[in-house]
């Protein structure tokens, strides 16, 4: 049993780095993007779906759904951080860095709120994937993907330094997560409960060579 996290397919906002509106659906790269990832899990024993209910990721989701025979489940604790005021701006027009340590966009979310949300999600996410006889797929987002790698997984490069993982600004530059990326956490059993240790970090190997695959950082989130 493991656990399948996956970024949304590409957008217009991405594309033309504008913070997005929830309502944003995919380009056409991005649905071409989405259906060949769902090419790439044909063989793998996925059972279940859990997605953010953002029409980006939602579409994402759909093409899995439809190449795997299985339902999409949705979950607004999945969705990006909520930037309010600002969504649907272009970021040259911008005079904020949306991801400083102390910035909290108007009509939006503090880091505080979003990773609380993200931590909510977790735990359900844990628990729909115990016991499953088989892999659940998450598709969320960029910035919820950057929050679990810092808080609640291992990444292959990281060594147990003992450090307590908190909540708050993050810790570093958001994680380039390209579009429709694969990361996979497998769960690593100990005597203080459960972790989750990634095998597969933010891949994109069935995107065609020379596709853009988002890898510029988070952009047009």
Not at 63 to 85: P, T
Not at 173 to 191: D, H, K, Q, V, Y
């Amino acid at each position: 049993m493991a656990i399948y996290l996956i970024r949304h397919g590409e957008t217009a906002g991405n594309r033309d780095r504008i913070v997005q509106v929830p309502q944003t659906p995919l380009s056409t790269e991005g649905l071409e993007q989405a259906e060949r990832l769902a090419d790439r899990l044909v063989d793998h024993p996925v059972r279940r779906i859990l997605a953010s209910d953002l029409a980006r990721a939602h579409m994402t989701a759909g093409a899995i759904s439809r190449k795997l025979g299985l339902e999409v489940e949705s979950d607004a604790l999945l969705q990006e951080r909520n930037f309010g005021d600002l969504r649907g701006t272009p970021y040259d027009e911008l005079e904020e860095d949306l991801f400083g340590p102390k910035f909290s966009p108007p009509g939006g979310e503090t880091w505080e709120e979003f990773h609380r949300r993200v931590d909510s999600a977790w735990e359900r996410v844990c628990a729909l994937a115990s016991g499953l006889e088989g892999h659940l797929a998450v598709v969320t987002h960029g910035l919820v993907l950057h929050s679990l790698a810092e808080r609640h997984l291992s990444l292959p490069s990281e060594t147990d330094t003992g450090t307590e993982r908190g909540a708050g600004a993050p810790s570093s530059a958001p994680r380039a997560i390209g579009n429709t990326a694969l990361s996979i956490a497998e769960e690593c059993p100990g005597e203080n409960g459960s972790s989750w240790r990634v095998v597969l970090d933010s891949c994109t190997a069935h995107l065609a060579p020379g596709t853009p695959d988002g890898r510029r950082g988070i952009t047009g989130i």
